[in-house]
């Protein structure tokens, strides 16, 4: 089985008041279509090992504007994989039409399973798996955001020898997977910034379980209130960075971790001459349920 699409590549970033610092984004998002940014990378070797022992089917979970949901069904899709999704949220299952995400992914053959979110909660316990095996017979498993062992294997591979030269290395984080393969695949000269989209404290001990480097470090101030929670602020932020750069950056994830970087700057965090590189990791499939969200709020939208 074949599961490798083209590498990124770096795009240097127009900053404002430059103050001798220079930032380039590694462009995961351009991986491929559907199958974008860590998505792919945390697949990569999971597909591949499904493949070696046979399974047939994928089951994973995900809620409703889930990345890796949709890039789940659809690698599945192109690799010939039976897909199933557990879907935090047993109301969705009548809007599906409705959310851009889940259509996606049923066009792409997933099967759903929506489950009330104090179910969800469940869904790593053994009494779980077990009732989900009795329903839909054998399958590989794949954790929420695609995190595992295999995951980090092929998070690793994001950075190459021509990613050597910088000073930082950013990405956002979300349940501590990509971050981790950069962390260990980093150079001893590089520190690693990772800005997290949720609120907590787990996320430090979470990302020491698959780590035992020390360069590395949570800047926590830009979550924006939590998963999923943005502003008119962010929304600003992203639309011009767009305008600026060409480039379009995800409301959960890439956006927040932008908006990180670029506020460190103008605070005098990085000294002059710093180089940094940061991650694009894909999502933007997310943009379309956001700005339904923000429609509904009369909120400004994405462009």
Same mark, same amino acid.
């Given at each position: 089985?074949?599961?490798?699409?083209?590498?990124?590549?770096?795009?240097?970033?127009?900053?404002?008041?430059?103050?001798?610092?220079?930032?380039?984004?590694?462009?995961?998002?351009?991986?491929?279509?559907?199958?974008?940014?860590?998505?792919?990378?945390?697949?990569?070797?999971?597909?591949?090992?499904?493949?070696?022992?046979?399974?047939?089917?994928?089951?994973?979970?995900? %809620?409703?504007?889930?990345?890796?949901?949709?890039?789940?069904?659809?690698?599945?899709?192109?690799?010939?994989?039976?897909?199933?999704?557990?879907?935090?949220?047993?109301?969705?299952?009548?809007?599906?039409?409705?959310?851009?995400?889940?259509?996606?992914?049923?066009?792409? %053959?997933?099967?759903?399973?929506?489950?009330?979110?104090?179910?969800?909660?469940?869904?790593?316990?053994?009494?779980?798996?077990?009732?989900?095996?009795?329903?839909?017979?054998?399958?590989?498993?794949?954790?929420?955001?695609?995190?595992?062992?295999?995951?980090?294997?092929?998070?690793?591979?994001?950075?190459?020898?021509?990613?050597?030269?910088?000073?930082?290395?950013?990405?956002?984080?979300?349940?501590?997977?990509?971050?981790?393969?950069?962390?260990?695949?980093?150079?001893?000269?590089?520190?690693?910034?990772?800005?997290?989209?949720?609120?907590?404290?787990?996320?430090?001990?979470?990302?020491?379980?698959?780590?035992?480097?020390?360069?590395?470090?949570?800047?926590?101030?830009?979550?924006?209130?939590?998963?999923?929670?943005?502003?008119?602020?962010?929304?600003?932020?992203?639309?011009?960075?767009?305008?600026?750069?060409?480039?379009?950056?995800?409301?959960?994830?890439? %956006?927040?971790?932008?908006?990180?970087?670029?506020?460190?700057?103008?605070?005098?965090?990085?000294?002059?001459?710093?180089?940094?590189?940061?991650?694009?990791? %894909?999502?933007?499939?997310?943009?379309?349920?956001?700005?339904?969200?923000?429609?509904?709020?009369?909120?400004?939208?994405?462009?």
């Amino acid at each position: 089985m074949t599961f490798n699409f083209e590498n990124s590549i770096n795009e240097k970033i127009s900053i404002p008041e430059n103050q001798g610092v220079e930032v380039y984004l590694k462009r995961e998002d351009k991986i491929h279509a559907f199958v974008s940014g860590n998505k792919y990378r945390k697949l990569k070797y999971n597909l591949l090992e499904a493949d070696k022992n046979g399974f047939k089917t994928l089951l994973t979970f995900g %809620g409703a504007y889930s990345n890796h949901i949709a890039a789940a069904a659809s690698a599945g899709n192109i690799l010939g994989f039976k897909t199933i999704g557990v879907i935090r949220g047993n109301e969705l299952g009548n809007s599906i039409d409705n959310n851009p995400t889940l259509r996606f992914a049923q066009q792409n %053959g997933m099967q759903f399973k929506f489950v009330s979110r104090e179910a969800y909660r469940e869904k790593a316990s053994e009494v779980f798996i077990e009732n989900l095996k009795a329903e839909f017979g054998n399958f590989y498993l794949i954790p929420e955001g695609g995190t595992n062992n295999l995951a980090i294997k092929g998070c690793e591979e994001i950075l190459n020898e021509d990613d050597k030269g910088f000073d930082y290395i950013c990405c956002a984080v979300g349940t501590g997977g990509t971050i981790s393969g950069l962390i260990n695949c980093s150079k001893p000269s590089q520190q690693v910034l990772g800005f997290p989209a949720l609120k907590g404290d787990f996320l430090q001990q979470d990302i020491s379980k698959f780590v035992s480097k020390t360069n590395w470090e949570l800047k926590t101030d830009y979550h924006f209130g939590g998963y999923a929670k943005i502003n008119t602020q962010l929304i600003a932020f992203i639309n011009q960075f767009k305008k600026e750069n060409n480039i379009p950056l995800d409301p959960v994830y890439t %956006g927040k971790m932008m908006f990180g970087i670029f506020d460190l700057i103008e605070k005098g965090y990085f000294a002059k001459g710093t180089k940094i590189l940061a991650i694009h990791t %894909g999502g933007l499939q997310g943009i379309d349920g956001m700005n339904m969200v923000l429609k509904k709020k009369n909120l400004p939208l994405i462009l």
